[in-house]
């Protein structure tokens, strides 16, 4: 790919008041060792930065999801309530 078909990325300020503690600044030294391309991906030394995204259900999965929990506590219930009328029974 030549360099004039990479699109340039766009320039964002940073908030440092988002910023999780022990973070800091990159610094001028530093600066030649980042880079970005046309996505806004961010590149450390030439190496893909990876960011996680954070997991994200659609309906059915949420769906799938419920319907499992609530069958589990409904199993554990059940359960319970058989080992007490067990031992109550004795």
């Not at 008041?17 to 030649?32: F, H, K, N, Q």
């Not at 060792?33 to 995204?53: E, F, P, S, T």
């Not at 059915?60 to 069958?71: D, I, R, Y």
């Not at 554990?76 to 080992?83: D, K, M, N, V």
Request: hydrophobic fraction near 45%; include cysteine.
């Amino acid at each position: 790919m030549a360099q004039q078909d990479v699109k340039p990325a766009p320039i964002r300020k940073a908030d440092k008041s988002t910023w999780p503690p022990g973070v800091r600044a990159i610094t001028a030294d530093e600066l030649e060792a980042i880079g970005v391309d046309h996505r806004g991906d961010l590149y450390w030394h030439g190496k893909h930065v990876q960011v996680r995204h954070p997991l994200v259900l659609n309906f059915w999965h949420t769906l799938l999801a419920t319907g499992t929990a609530l069958s589990a506590i409904a199993l554990g219930l059940i359960e319970a309530i058989r080992f007490c009328l067990e031992i109550w029974a004795r």
